[in-house]
T-cell receptor, first 110, second 116 residues
Framework: RKEVEQDPGPFNVPEGATVAFNCTYS??????FFWYRQDCRKEPKLLMSVYSSGNEDGRFTAQLNRASQYISLLIRDSKLSDSATYLCVTQNFGNEKLTFGTGTRLTIIP | GAVVSQHPSRVICKSGTSVKIECRSLDFQATTMFWYRQFPKKSLMLMAT?????????EQGVEKDKFLINHASLTLSTLTVTSAHPEDSSFYIC????????????FGPGTRLTVT
């Protein structure tokens, strides 16, 4: 079983719609959680960290459920520029090593 | 701030040759650098972690004699793919961390290696 699992998609969503991605992780030692976005043939870029209380950054909302070891990302009012692969990432306490999920590919359709 | 560069961005080499990829932190000192490999439509897989002035720590299944990592200064780490084969063709990405309590990693733009 992969340590971080995501639905690979692809998700094809009309512009303006709301889309949600989920991610589960198996390592209970994971303490920090992130969503990264990666454009085709580019490096991953940090989208947002994910906190237990949930956090919002503009159109993006991230949630963490430690009991279920589950992370989500919600994108509201999707834009064409949101088309990318979204990577769920975990990090253990006191360890800088990041563990990446396989990513969920999103395409926003005009 | 927190800019990481990689060179070259793209390289094509013949089977059996060696290729060196450089990763530089341009505006901060990176005590730790990480090397990842990404195959098409796959996720990033950590290959090794390198700390300045010490030997790299390789992940399970990564051959240390094939993927030589040198982290000689606080701003430069190099990955050398020795005796490259077509199956080594991949996207190699480095990241750097200051390691001072903030575990954020800053990623380089990646190097696309094609071995013919």
């Amino acid at each position: 079983r992969k340590e971080v699992e995501q639905d690979p998609g692809p998700f094809n969503v009309p512009e303006g719609a709301t889309v949600a991605f989920n991610c589960t992780y198996s390592n209970s030692a994971s303490q920090s959680f992130f969503w990264y976005r990666q454009d085709c043939r580019k490096e991953p870029k940090l989208l947002m960290s994910v906190y237990s209380s949930g956090n919002e950054d503009g159109r993006f909302t991230a949630q963490l459920n430690r009991a279920s070891q589950y992370i989500s990302l919600l994108i509201r009012d999707s834009k064409l520029s949101d088309s990318a692969t979204y990577l769920c990432v975990t990090q253990n306490f006191g360890n800088e090593k990041l563990t990446f999920g396989t990513g969920t590919r999103l395409t926003i359709i005009p | 701030g927190a800019v990481v560069s990689q060179h070259p961005s793209r390289v094509i080499c013949k089977s059996g040759t060696s290729v060196k990829i450089e990763c530089r932190s341009l505006d901060f000192q990176a005590t730790t650098m990480f090397w990842y490999r990404q195959f098409p439509k796959k996720s990033l897989m950590l290959m090794a972690t390198s700390n300045e002035g010490s030997k790299a720590t390789y992940e399970q299944g990564v051959e240390k004699d094939k993927f030589l990592i040198n982290h000689a200064s606080l701003t430069l780490s190099t990955l050398t793919v020795t005796s490259a084969h077509p199956e080594d063709s991949s996207f190699y990405i480095c990241s750097a961390s200051t390691g001072t309590g903030n575990y954020e990693q800053y990623f380089g733009p990646g190097t696309r290696l094609t071995v013919t």
